[in-house]
């Protein structure tokens, strides 16, 4: 089980993965400006086999940064609270400022992952905020509205965003997000899942309101960045492209 250091500079591989203790602080519900290299941990070289504790008082064994992105209003912190604290901000859409986190650790396969949740905010005026926490995500989970369209064409400039800023292996997640509003519904499933295949995305739809799929969606990272820092020789290779699909669930008019 053994992990490398990997260099944090563009086109080098994906930042390693962390065993540091991040600040568990208190932290604005829904928004903030955290600073690179203050709240958020560095990006040291992980020691197997020495469990680290948090600040907020969690153990946990190694450590990954993923980040919320997409357009603003597609759902990004109401994904996040809806896994972090199984309950939906409904109400007045109160826009993300700057940029917030949330930690959670979560049991893979015996591994206490723990994944650091940067929820950016969608505004264009924050963008230049946003771009300075690419490189050092290890996974990103890119959301559109499927009640907006505009949402869902932009995900091709998302995408371009993503290939300028973030580590060229970034685990990279399409999820169309408030699959419960069937009746504004524009984007059809078929056409994420065509977008996503044109771009060697995984892709599920989710909803942060009833939760659908949510879990599912950071377990599946979870799961392949474990993987990707921790796989012995012998163990099958993780494949999140099928993990999802298999364990994806549609969403139906009345059973969401
Ligand atoms: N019906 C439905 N509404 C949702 C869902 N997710 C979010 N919303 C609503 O959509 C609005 C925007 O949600 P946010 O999570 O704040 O959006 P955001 O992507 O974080 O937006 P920014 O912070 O501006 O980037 C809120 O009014 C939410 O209640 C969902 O799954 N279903
Ligand atoms: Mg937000």
Known sequence: MSRKKTSKSKGASAPAASTLPAANGPHP???????????APPNGPPQP?????????DFYDVAFKVMLVGDSGVGKTCLLVRFKDGAFLAGT???TVGIDFRNKVLDVDGVKVKLQ??????QERFRSVTHAYYRDAHALLLLYDVTNKASFDNIQAWLTEIHEYAQHDVALMLLGNKVDS???RVVKREDGEKLAK?????????SAKTGLNVDLAFTAIAKELKQRSMKAPSEPRFRLHDYVNRKGRRASCCHP
């Open 182 to 184: 069937a009746h504004e």
């Open 93 to 95: 859409f109160i826009s």
């Open 29 to 39: 519900a829904r928004s903030g400006t955290a600073r690179p290299g203050s709240d």
């Open 117 to 122: 949740m940067w929820d950016t905010a969608g």
């Open 198 to 206: 044109e771009y060697g995305l995984p892709f599920m739809e989710t």
């Open 49 to 57: 086999g020495r469990p680290s504790l948090g600040s907020g008082g």
